[in-house]
């Protein structure tokens, strides 16, 4: 069983940054590839990026490539989001989720994920 724990979430300008975190109970942390999704009201979840589960495999959503950066600390069982020149159109609930997989994947499809964590708001005023 993992347990993920989002926070950093917050009301920022456009043009901001903001650094989501990721902590992760239990030990096996280190054999799950990790992912962001986020939701805004009335769409569906949406892919924002994944690494694998060393860390030396990134990807990331063509709206998000250049302003964000995913990172993970296997010792502190935490995984980052970097979140730089915020967009109103960033405006979303953040989650983070991990699944079970090989090494090197990066896992892009949400019902391939096996935990969810609960969400942090990100809002981004114009």
């Known amino acids: 069983q993992v347990q993920l724990v989002e926070s950093g979430g917050g009301l920022v300008q456009a043009g901001d940054s903001l650094r989501l975190s990721c902590a992760a109970s239990g030990r096996t942390f280190s054999f799950s590839a990790m992912g962001w999704f986020r939701q805004a009201p009335g769409k569906e979840r949406e892919f924002v990026s994944g690494i694998s589960r060393s860390g030396g495999s990134t990807r990331y959503a063509d709206s998000v490539k250049g302003r964000f950066t995913v990172s993970r600390d296997n010792a502190k069982n935490t995984v980052y989001l970097q979140m730089n020149s915020l967009k109103p159109e960033d405006t979303a609930l953040y989650y983070c989720?991990?699944?079970?997989?090989?090494?090197?994947?990066?896992?892009?499809?949400?019902?391939?994920?096996?935990?969810w964590g609960q969400g942090t708001q990100v809002t981004v005023s114009s």
């Open positions: 989720a991990a699944a079970y997989t090989r090494a090197g994947a990066i896992v892009v499809v949400p019902t391939l994920y096996d935990y």
